[in-house]
């Protein structure tokens, strides 16, 4: 499955950790549900929610109970435990911001789609321009 093909079928992105805001601006304005944790306790999850050309950060309260794709951007030895809960969340693929092929081992190993290129950024751009 290429990287587009992902995206296309995601209608949830959980966040673990972005390195610019770049990243959940482009997907909410794809048109896709984007969250994230945005703090240390356990109710520190926002979503990003298109206004018009705006993107806004809304408190969410919890953490999602599914997802459709992980995306990470986290040292490659806490993929492991990612990939646990991504496989738990019901998430399918996991986009990897630094790929690496240890990292491509874990996320196949767990059962799941690997993606680490192209940029999450220009492929959500890309669906945002055909819509």
Do not use: K
Request: hydrophobic content about 35%.
């Amino acid at each position: 499955m290429t990287a587009e093909q992902v995206l296309r079928s995601a209608r949830t992105i959980l966040l673990i950790d972005f390195p610019s805001r770049d990243v959940p601006d482009a997907l909410a304005r794809a048109g896709l549900s984007v969250m994230a944790q945005g703090g240390p306790g356990p109710e520190d999850f926002f979503s990003y929610q298109r206004d018009g050309e705006e993107v806004r950060e809304v408190r969410r309260g919890g953490p999602p109970t599914g997802v459709d794709l992980v995306y990470v951007h986290r040292p490659e030895e806490e993929l492991p435990s990612i990939v646990a809960d991504a496989r738990d969340l019901g998430a399918s693929a996991v986009w990897c911001e630094n790929g690496s092929d240890r990292a491509r081992q874990v996320v196949e190993g767990g059962g799941l789609t690997y993606v680490d290129d192209p940029s999450i950024i220009d492929v959500a751009r890309a669906l945002y321009e055909d819509r």
